[in-house]
Each structure stands twice: as C-alpha cells, then as structure tokens.
C-alpha cells in the first residue's frame, strides 16, 4: 500500500512539473498562472499546493531538475576521461551539449522572469560550482587559483548561454567547438593545475 502510495505521489508531481514546464515556455513566469498549470495537468489545486507549495515552488523545482541533469551529465563525462585537463573539457563539452538539447527550458532559466529567491539561489549554485571546479581542477587556495577558476566558471557560463540562443544544430557545434578550442588554451599556457578526483558538481552557471 505505501509503494502504491508513493507511485501516485511520484505521478502526480511528474505531471504537475511536465504542465508548469509547458505552461511556463508558453507564457512565461510572470504571465503563468496557477489555474493554467491545473488546467494543464489535470491535477487538483490542492495537490499543486500540496507538492510544491505554488508557482515558485514548481518554478525552482524544473531549475533544480535541470541542474542535476546537467551535473549528472558532466560528471559522467569527466569519469570517462583521464588526464586533469582532459576531464574538465569533457565535461565542459557534455555541459555545453545539455545546454543545446535541453535549450527550451535553459532559455526560459535566461530569462528575469522568476520568483523572487531565484537570483540568490542562481548565485549559491554558481559559487558551488566555483568550489567544484577548483577541485576537479586541481587547484590550491591561492588568489592565482582564484581568479583562475572564476574565470573558467563564468566562461562556461556565458558559453552555455550563447549556445542554448543558437538557431540551428550547426551554429551550436561550431559554438561548442570553438569554445573547447578557447578552453583549452587558457589551460594549457596556466600552471598550477594538479591532478584531483574525477567529480565535478558543475562547470558553469547556465541558468
């Protein structure tokens, strides 16, 4: 009966997050209601309140289920490489793609249009993914590695911006590739990257 249970709640909040999901790309944060994500889920307003606590709720909820898709995509990738540099652009590569086919819902996260916590929140996982890097990296505690990674982690950032605003499959490879290219040759003329476990939480702040 608990398993039963728990399936249901599991359903429920599944389709209550593919609705919020469409009903934002359609209208937007500011313009969705939650009357619009009832009427597209088919699911109670009460079980909306109940999972999620309301539209910021659902909001942050599609960010964070798209973050740990990114994280799990990244780490994936920096495990299937060897060498400190190697796996950081891997991971960055695997980055940028997550960016690219899942460019609907990262451009909704592009825009100014969310509750109120989301800036600061953005700006937390930004710094985790500072002290991620800094880790995968290598990297001491020094000011030099500092500005290092900041530099690295807003690079990726920005990269995965421009590329969830390509057109066509061809300007986002070529993004891509270009951007590796830059990458690796910040890489290769900085010293003082050591050798660190192959686990990153994130390479950038795409959001």
Not at 8 to 33: I, M, N, P, W
Not at 46 to 66: R, V
Not at 141 to 148: A, E, I, M, N, T
Request: glycine share 12%; proline share 1%.
């Amino acid at each position: 009966m608990k398993n039963r249970r728990w399936g249901r709640s599991s359903s429920t909040r599944d389709a209550l997050l593919r609705a919020a999901r469409e009903v934002f790309l359609a209208k937007g944060y500011g313009e969705a209601t939650v009357a619009d994500i009832v009427e597209a889920s088919g699911i109670s307003v009460g079980s909306l309140y109940h999972h999620f606590g309301g539209k910021p709720g659902l909001f942050l909820a599609l960010w964070e289920q798209f973050m740990r898709g990114q994280e799990e995509r990244t780490s994936r990738a920096t495990r299937a490489s060897e060498g400190t540099q190697e796996r950081f652009l891997a991971g960055a590569r695997a980055y940028l793609e997550g960016s690219w086919e899942q460019r609907s819902v990262a451009r909704l996260f592009l825009e100014n249009d969310g509750p109120a916590e989301f800036a600061g929140l953005r700006r937390q996982r930004g710094w985790d993914w500072i002290g991620g890097n800094r880790r995968l990296l290598g990297l001491d505690d020094s000011r030099r590695s500092q500005v290092l990674v900041v530099l690295l982690t807003t690079m990726m950032g920005e990269a995965g911006r421009e590329v969830a605003a390509c057109g066509s499959d061809e300007d986002a490879q070529v993004t891509i590739d270009e951007v590796i290219r830059l990458v690796r040759r910040v890489l290769s003329t900085t010293g003082g990257v050591g050798e660190s476990p192959a686990r990153v939480s994130g390479l950038g702040e795409t959001a």
